[in-house]
């Protein structure tokens, strides 16, 4: 099958289940299980690990990545089971998954309706509050994102000093457990001025507590996750100026806490000190004004080269943007115009954000052992013009609708029927 008729076998099911069913795309089942061996050949295959290997072919079994390698080389030393399905991908490219580091995608929906929104928990400091139980799996938002290609995306609440802790989650599942890599990936702080001292407070009960209690607490526990120990999970800073930027750093450090800047818009003034203390950046984003008015003017566009250049560990997001999660590659892309090489902008995207939110175990590169989430597109996924043909989350083929592609099929069905654009 080849994967054009394999689009079209897609596209058609699910048409028919919108016809059949009037479910919109937000409703649409999640992508059952994948219960046989899928066989990608002829494609280019960006590892992001490793090398691109043209001519490619990469298995999947149970949700997995079994093979990648050469196909010529290979293929013919195989022996298929008579289920596997081989998809001849000539021409194409196969990337994996992209991973949006900071999103509020299932905790937003409409942001003038507050009933839809989830990210806000009432308090300063709500450190036991987990991202991943507050989402909607039916979010219109979430297949959106998916359609350009992200399959991951970390999921942060906002708000207070302490208004929660990220979840890593995959981009299609029933309910949140279904959608959920990494239930906890690490406490959020946003530290000021004004709550340092109440945050060094908690922080005090928190290493109390840790060491003796006579019963439970659930927000001292939830902030004895990021202690000091075996399983210490990170602290995400937001942190933009370059004062905050620091003043986050340095008291992290001071309380043996493993610190990571979200937002860096001004980090490309302390890079000794983050490439000092292995200080990761999590950059909000490219589409951004320079904050200072003596800023060259696309200091946005060129901080991912800058803080490349230097050595920092960094990966990019939308978060600025909530709703515009399917533009990161095109965000990436603007870094490259201004001298990021296209490598870098990839791992960006992919490996870089997965080693940063602790999950390059499972996602970010082609690698085998590593789930199976890839998106399959017809050009450079850093090009505007290319589209994301196919994906894959864990070895299941995910529907690539949304309900801004049923608009436009609709409204394209409408011309049609004027007579002002040409059938298919």
Same mark, same amino acid.
């Given at each position: 099958?080849?994967?054009?008729?394999?689009?079209?076998?897609?596209?058609?099911?699910?048409?028919?289940?919108?016809?059949?069913?009037?479910?919109?795309?937000?409703?649409?089942?999640?992508?059952?299980?994948?219960?046989?061996?899928?066989?990608?050949?002829?494609?280019?295959?960006?590892?992001?690990?490793?090398?691109?290997?043209?001519?490619?072919?990469?298995?999947?079994?149970?949700?997995?990545? @079994?093979?990648?390698?050469?196909?010529?080389?290979?293929?013919?030393?195989? $022996?298929?089971?008579?289920?596997?399905?081989?998809?001849?991908?000539?021409?194409?490219?196969?990337?994996?998954?992209?991973?949006?580091? +900071?999103?509020? !995608?299932?905790?937003?929906?409409?942001?003038?309706?507050?009933?839809?929104?989830?990210?806000?928990?009432?308090?300063?400091?709500?450190?036991?509050?987990?991202?991943?139980?507050?989402?909607?799996?039916?979010?219109? +938002?979430?297949? +959106?994102?998916?359609?350009?290609?992200?399959?991951?995306?970390?999921?942060?609440?906002?708000?207070?000093?302490?208004?929660?802790?990220?979840?890593? !989650?995959?981009?299609?599942?029933?309910?949140?457990?279904?959608?959920?890599?990494?239930?906890?990936?690490?406490?959020?702080?946003?530290?000021?001025?004004?709550?340092?001292?109440?945050?060094?407070?908690?922080?005090?009960?928190?290493?109390?507590?840790?060491?003796?209690?006579?019963?439970?607490?659930?927000?001292?526990?939830?902030?004895?996750?990021?202690?000091?120990?075996?399983?210490?999970?990170? +602290?995400?800073?937001?942190?933009?100026?370059?004062?905050?930027?620091?003043?986050?750093?340095? @008291?992290?450090?001071?309380?043996?806490?493993?610190?990571?800047?979200?937002?860096?818009?001004?980090?490309?003034?302390?890079?000794?000190?983050?490439? $000092?203390?292995?200080?990761?950046?999590?950059?909000?984003?490219?589409?951004?004004?320079?904050?200072?008015?003596?800023?060259?003017?696309?200091? $946005?566009?060129?901080?991912?080269?800058?803080?490349?250049?230097?050595?920092?560990? @960094?990966?990019? #997001?939308? $978060?600025?943007?909530?709703?515009?999660?399917?533009?990161?590659?095109?965000?990436?892309?603007?870094?490259?115009?201004?001298?990021?090489?296209?490598?870098?902008?990839?791992?960006?995207?992919? !490996?870089?954000?997965?080693?940063?939110?602790?999950?390059?175990?499972?996602?970010?590169?082609?690698?085998?052992?590593?789930?199976?989430?890839?998106?399959?597109?017809?050009?450079?996924?850093?090009?505007?013009?290319?589209?994301?043909?196919?994906?894959?989350?864990?070895?299941?083929?995910?529907?690539?609708?949304?309900?801004?592609?049923?608009?436009?099929? #609709?409204?394209?069905?409408?011309?049609?029927?004027?007579?002002?654009?040409?059938?298919?």
């Amino acid at each position: 099958m080849n994967i054009t008729t394999h689009i079209v076998a897609l596209a058609a099911t699910a048409l028919a289940s919108i016809t059949t069913s009037a479910i919109a795309q937000d409703l649409a089942p999640s992508a059952p299980p994948q219960d046989h061996p899928i066989f990608l050949v002829g494609a280019t295959a960006h590892t992001v690990s490793g090398e691109t290997i043209h001519n490619a072919v990469v298995s999947m079994n149970e949700g997995k990545i @079994w093979i990648v390698g050469e196909a010529d080389q290979i293929m013919p030393t195989l $022996s298929l089971s008579q289920d596997s399905e081989i998809i001849d991908l000539s021409g194409m490219h196969i990337y994996p998954g992209l991973i949006d580091s +900071v999103t509020n !995608l299932g905790l937003e929906e409409t942001s003038a309706v507050r009933a839809t929104l989830d990210h806000n928990e009432v308090g300063d400091m709500t450190p036991e509050v987990r991202a991943f139980v507050a989402v909607n799996p039916d979010s219109t +938002v979430i297949p +959106v994102a998916r359609t350009n290609g992200v399959l991951s995306v970390g999921v942060f609440p906002t708000g207070g000093a302490i208004p929660g802790r990220a979840s890593i !989650l995959s981009t299609d599942g029933w309910t949140t457990e279904d959608l959920a890599l990494v239930r906890d990936a690490g406490l959020i702080i946003s530290l000021s001025d004004n709550n340092t001292d109440d945050l060094n407070e908690i922080f005090d009960q928190a290493e109390s507590y840790r060491h003796a209690h006579d019963k439970a607490d659930q927000r001292l526990e939830a902030i004895s996750t990021v202690l000091e120990g075996d399983s210490q999970n990170p +602290v995400f800073m937001r942190a933009n100026s370059f004062d905050q930027i620091t003043n986050s750093i340095n @008291w992290a450090h001071s309380r043996n806490l493993d610190p990571i800047i979200v937002g860096g818009r001004e980090s490309y003034l302390c890079t000794d000190l983050l490439v $000092s203390t292995n200080t990761p950046v999590i950059i909000g984003g490219t589409y951004q004004f320079p904050k200072r008015t003596d800023s060259p003017y696309d200091a $946005s566009y060129t901080l991912p080269q800058t803080l490349d250049n230097a050595g920092v560990q @960094w990966s990019l #997001t939308m $978060s600025s943007r909530f709703g515009h999660e399917r533009n990161l590659p095109d965000a990436a892309a603007i870094a490259v115009a201004h001298g990021l090489s296209p490598q870098a902008a990839l791992h960006g995207i992919t !490996l870089g954000a997965a080693q940063i939110l602790g999950v390059d175990h499972l996602i970010g590169s082609i690698e085998k052992g590593k789930h199976a989430t890839l998106i399959i597109t017809d050009g450079d996924i850093l090009e505007t013009t290319t589209v994301v043909q196919a994906a894959y989350i864990q070895g299941r083929s995910i529907d690539l609708g949304n309900k801004q592609t049923e608009l436009r099929d #609709t409204y394209r069905e409408k011309y049609r029927q004027l007579g002002l654009i040409e059938s298919d």
